[in-house]
């Protein structure tokens, strides 16, 4: 039995977007899962009731995350329709002459005729070696538009914007982002970042949702653990694990969660999540782990025009 659907947001554009996702980037340095294994927890993930999937072109998983929505929906698990698709563009493809031709190649990659959501991955471009590109992302965001006229996207947005970045945007565009997708857990809670685009009506997609409560390989990270006496307290009122708990916080703050597992146990578990909910003060309590520390830090690009980081 499906432990339920995950509700839907309502976007700026007027589509709608489930507030579960399954994440299929594949790890950095601390694991690595394989490309079949993305393939099957996607397959695992439909069955147990998710109906958004979030890849990237640069995840290189792109061929198996279509083939596993591809074998669900041959299966007769679901349709098309009833799926919302999510993938993103590489800095690689900012100048706007690329970007349409970057989504119809993740396009032919996923066996799909459009996504729901193409997101600008980081707001920095970069050449094919890596090196920095001088391509301003409001360029970029052209692209965006044309993209998402041409119907090959029912919605566009970025990911890794600072406030200012987001607010740029939209001081130069027809088209507003409808969702900003950043890290967001326990150590990096990004409250004026969240209430930033939230007030604006921008949809916050939180990536790296556990933070540090499941093991990074790295035991000089700032807590919480799993075993933090807050979260085994939560734990036990609720009769969840403390990673359902993390879950339902960013819930509970208006964040659409994008928990990646390839375990078909913790799939389940990761959106079973809609009997219960945190009080006011049980999220203030979580909010206190903060110490805006982050999982995902994009190093390679610090030195670059445009990094984001540093205002939050
Ligand atoms: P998550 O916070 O989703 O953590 C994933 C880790 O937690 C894996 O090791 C997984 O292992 C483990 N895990 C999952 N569920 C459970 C559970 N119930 N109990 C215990 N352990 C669990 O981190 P990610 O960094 O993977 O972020 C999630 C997604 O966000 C990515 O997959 C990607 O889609 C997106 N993302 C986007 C970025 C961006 O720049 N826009 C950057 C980084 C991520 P196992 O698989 O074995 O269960």
Redesign the pocket.
Known sequence: ALAGLAPCVELNDGNKMPIV????????A??S?SVDEVRQ?VYWAIEAGYRHV???AI?FDEPEVGQGIRDAINNNLVTREELFVTT?LWGDKHREQDVVPALKESLQKLGLDYVDLY?I??PVAVKEDGSYDDVDYLETWRGMEKARALGLTRSIGV??FNASQVDRIIANSRVWPAVN???V?PTLTQEALVTHCLELGIAV?G?????FV???NNPNAPPPR?DDPVLVHLSNKYHK?P??IILRYLIDRGIVV??????K???E??IDLFDFSLNDEEVKLINGFNKNHR??D?ADLKDYPNFPYGEY
């Open positions: 996702a399954l994440g299929t980037g594949r790890g950095t601390s694991e899962a927890a979030d890849t990237a995840y993103k997101l991955h980081f990911s890794n997708e950043i890290e857990n997609m990536f790296s949702p556990f933070g499941v093991s990074r799993a694990a990673t359902q994008i928990p990646k597992s390839v375990n146990k913790r799939i578990q990761n999982v995902i994009f």
